[in-house]
């Protein structure tokens, strides 16, 4: 693709995110607080019936969770919604918009709506933990990746959905199973093994973060692996989202 081909994927983008994303917003800013209500909440459990030392824990899981929801899982029901309901989605089929920069348009346009709840978990990380500012070279990259891997992954089931409601519900099926059920909110040494933290892009998120900022006592095999994992499921759902999503219409 030539740097114009790109330079036009890039604007439409971040068009796409405009007008799905913060004008949605401003319109509606009630929504806002819909991003932040569910990692919160199990934060907030955590810490009353396990104590302040689970606090630390559940917000980096609360980040982790709230990275995926913020166009991964929930990028399934709006996409649903736009190719079946709207016909949006047909639209674009003749546009030079290809299925990776719609779904990074879409995605980015659920960032909008995650960004007070993110702030909110990095000002309680800060005050509870004192992160030190150059972790944060480690922990946005990771949790981009996290973000594209969950946002190509819910495009290309979005695109297997033929009804609207379908969509909806696995977005939350899909939330609870790899959001919130693997070691995401808790340590994984609570477990068996802590290699189960690998079966979620999530909980491989949490993992690592609880290595880098609470320095968990994990085996660097684990830290080695996940990041490895977490780059292959990147690449991989990023190939999936491009070459085997259904672009056109089923319906």
Known sequence: MSLQGIWTQIKSVLVFAWFYGWLAVVREPFWLVSSLLNPLSIVVIMT???GVHYMSFGLLGGLAMAVSSSGGFTIIGDATYLRLELKFQSMLINTRLNPISYTLGLALSE??????GLAVFIILMQLIMHVPASLYLLIVPILTLEWVTASMLGFTLSTLMNDV????????ILGFLLGTL???FYPAYLLPTPYVALVSPVSIVSTVLQYIVLRVNYPLTLIRLS???LLAETVVFTILALRKSRWRSIR
């Open 165 to 172: 409601r379908y969509g909806w519900s696995l977005s939350g």
């Open 227 to 229: 990041i490895i994992t």
């Open 48 to 50: 009353v019936f396990g």
């Open 111 to 116: 960032l909008t709506y995650a960004l007070p």
């Open 182 to 184: 693997p070691p995401v």
